[in-house]
């Protein structure tokens, strides 16, 4: 493997293109979750990434609000997924069969990410009807009135973050089996 100066610069504009992606599938996924079940966000994740003052003040723009926590909680994704890719695509033996072969890995974690996510929303539709009274308290905040859409956004939320994890190792085989 020959590291040149073109596949370092491919290395650092894989860095921010990940981000990049990171933080905009973060917004698309935090919209989604937000028009299924706003007390996701206005009863836990406003808290969670101190943005509850704001939201109160700012009542209007609960949007912007959350895509502010969609950046903040997925770029970080993003950029370990860069990493990861970027390094693999070392391996190749151009940098533009690297930058090409790194952006398609990417693209494949993120849509495994949105999969699996998805998943977790079928998940979380099925089991909530099943679920024990002492289960929906143990997992919903008390004053929630809409706690099937608060549970089924919960699901959904955690199945990213685990699609993230299955996306990025099977776009990282992926990426390994591409040298040439």
Same mark, same amino acid.
């Given at each position: 493997m020959k590291i040149t100066t073109g596949k370092?610069?491919?290395?650092?504009?894989?860095?921010?293109?990940?981000?990049?992606l990171g933080a905009g599938y973060g917004i698309a996924h935090d919209q989604l979750t937000y028009t299924i079940s706003p007390e996701f966000y206005t009863k836990y994740m406003?808290?969670?990434f101190g943005l509850w003052?704001?939201?109160?003040?700012?009542?209007d723009n609960h949007r912007g609000l959350v895509s502010m926590v969609g950046v903040m909680s997925t770029w970080w994704v993003g950029?370990?997924?860069g990493v990861v890719l970027g390094a693999i695509g070392m391996r190749q033996t151009t940098w533009q069969r690297?930058?090409? &072969?790194?952006?398609?890995?990417?693209?494949?974690?993120?849509? =495994?990410?949105? /999969? *699996?996510?998805?998943g977790g929303l079928l998940y979380g539709f099925l089991t909530f009807?099943?679920?024990?009274?002492?289960?929906?308290?143990?997992?919903?905040?008390?004053?929630?009135?809409?706690a099937s859409n608060f549970y089924?956004?919960? &699901?959904?939320?955690?199945?990213?973050?685990?699609?993230?994890? =299955?996306?990025? /190792? *099977?776009?990282?085989?992926?990426?390994?089996?591409?040298?040439?």
């Open positions: 370092i610069i491919v290395f650092i504009v894989v860095l921010l293109l990940a981000i990049i406003f808290y969670q003052d704001e939201a109160q003040f700012n009542a950029l370990i997924i690297m930058l090409g &072969r790194t952006v398609l890995a990417m693209l494949l974690a993120i849509f =495994i990410a949105a /999969l *699996v996510g998805l009807p099943n679920l024990s009274p002492e289960t929906i308290i143990a997992t919903v905040p008390e004053d929630v009135i809409g089924i956004v919960s &699901r959904m939320h955690n199945f990213s973050y685990a699609g993230g994890a =299955i996306g990025l /190792l *099977v776009a990282g085989v992926w990426g390994w089996r591409q040298r040439a």
